[in-house]
């Protein structure tokens, strides 16, 4: 097992900033772009993991900036995984099918959100929830 950082997400300032000062470095007038970008949900990074030849027994689950367990867990995120670790197991032999993998590791990235997550923001009067955002293998 080993600790796989999802990559940092610009903010749309950042991603304008970049495009301007390019723009401005090459002489051209500033472009015209298409962005596609997303919500922010006030929770905390949450990621599922299993190498492709491995099975439910080996899924491990990580925060942000380091593997978690139910003994040093981050909001309850590693016993949702416990509970439903037959369920993750199914979802990553789903993506092993579609794309075909033989080798690597499956890796499920969301954000774990509601409850007592983040106190203050809308969606703390939910129930804790895992909204995925990207799949990498």
């Known amino acids: 097992m080993e600790h796989i950082s999802f990559p940092s997400i610009n903010q749309y300032r950042q991603v304008v900033k970049n495009v301007r000062s390019s723009a ?9 772009v298409k962005y596609e970008f997303s919500v922010k949900i006030h929770g905390s990074n949450a990621g599922i993991c299993r190498h492709v030849w491995g099975d439910a027994s080996e899924i491990y689950f990580q925060s942000r900036e380091r593997l978690i367990t139910i003994e040093s867990d981050n909001a309850g995120f590693a016993a949702f995984g416990e509970g439903n670790r037959e369920l993750f197991n199914k979802i ?12 690597g590791t499956v890796q499920i990235f969301g954000e774990w959100f509601g409850g007592n997550i983040q106190k203050g923001v809308g969606v703390s009067g939910l129930d804790k929830m895992l909204c995925v955002f990207g799949v990498r293998i």
Do not use: S
């Not at 401005?24 to 015209?32: C, N, T």
């Not at 032999?93 to 033989?102: E, S, V």
């Open 24 to 32: 401005d470095y090459h002489g051209v007038p500033y472009p015209k």
């Open 92 to 103: 990553i032999n789903q993506i092993l099918m579609i794309t075909g993998a033989k080798d």
